[in-house]
């Protein structure tokens, strides 16, 4: 049973900088792709960051230049770096991380992000 646990969030003011982190344990299988998501009430989950097994990475339009992915193979873990937030960052923020086979996907619990104006 692969499982994520998540830590990182809290609240921050406009601005500020918050780093997300999250390790997967009880894998069976090399990791593919890592990626974090996010999901704002009444709105859709959607994709913030992702980054490939080597390295290749991805980000959505609203946080580029502002956000960082990276992964630590060694550990299991992939982080997202969040410099110069804003309130419509406010959000419950996910990270997802996919088997290299595509064998299975496996979500985190959410950490909560808030950034005050």
């Known amino acids: 049973q692969v499982q994520l646990v998540e830590s990182g969030g809290g609240l921050v003011q406009a601005g500020g900088s918050l780093r997300l982190s999250c390790a997967a344990s009880?894998?069976?299988?090399?990791?593919?792709?890592m990626g974090w998501y996010r999901q704002a009430p009444g709105k859709q989950r959607e994709l913030v960051a992702i980054i490939g097994s080597g390295g290749s990475t991805n980000y959505d339009d609203s946080v580029k230049g502002r956000f960082t992915i990276s992964r630590d193979n060694t550990k299991n873990t992939v982080y997202l770096q969040m410099n110069s937030l804003k309130p419509e960052d406010t959000s419950i923020y996910y990270c997802?991380?996919?088997?290299?086979?595509?064998?299975?996907?496996?979500w985190g619990q959410g950490t909560q992000v808030t950034v005050s104006s």
């Open positions: 997802n991380v996919v088997a290299a086979n595509y064998a299975w996907s496996n």
């Open positions: 009880g894998i069976i299988s090399r990791i593919g792709a």
